[in-house]
Nanobody, 115 residues
C-alpha cells in the first residue's frame, strides 16, 4: 500500500522560508515522478512543482525562482524548499504520486504566510 506523509508546514512571515518534506512508502520511489500540489481556501488544487525520476524539475510560474523541489532516493523523500514566501502562498500543501494506475495523496501540511 502506498503512503505519503508530509511535514514541515507552519506559520511564517512574508519573506520567510519553510522546507516541506514528504516520505513515501509502498513504491519503488526512485522510479516515479513526485509532485507537490497546493490548495488555498476556496480555490482549486494546483500543481506547484514536479521532480522526475531522472532529477529534472518543473515549476508553476508563480513559484519559479523561489521554490526548489528535490528528492532523496535513499530515504524515499521529496522536499520543497520555499523561500521568499508571500501571503498568496498560503495553502495546504500535498505530496502526490501516480503509480500502479492510481493517484496517491498525502494528508497535507498547512503553510500560512502572514505578518
Amino acid at each position: 500500500q502506498v503512503h505519503l506523509v508530509e511535514s514541515g508546514g507552519g506559520l511564517v512571515q512574508p519573506g520567510g522560508s519553510l522546507r516541506l518534506s514528504c516520505t513515501a512508502s509502498g513504491i519503488n520511489f526512485r522510479l516515479y515522478t513526485m509532485n507537490w500540489y497546493r490548495q488555498a481556501t476556496g480555490k482549486e488544487r494546483e500543481l506547484v512543482a514536479s521532480i522526475f525520476s531522472g532529477g529534472s524539475t518543473n515549476y508553476t510560474d508563480s513559484v519559479k525562482g523561489r521554490f526548489t523541489i528535490s528528492r532523496d532516493n535513499v530515504r524515499n523523500r521529496v522536499f520543497l524548499q520555499m523561500n521568499s514566501l508571500k501571503p498568496e502562498d498560503t495553502a495546504a500543501y500535498y505530496c502526490n504520486v501516480r503509480a500502479r494506475g492510481s493517484t496517491f495523496w498525502g494528508q497535507g501540511t498547512q503553510v500560512t504566510v502572514s505578518s
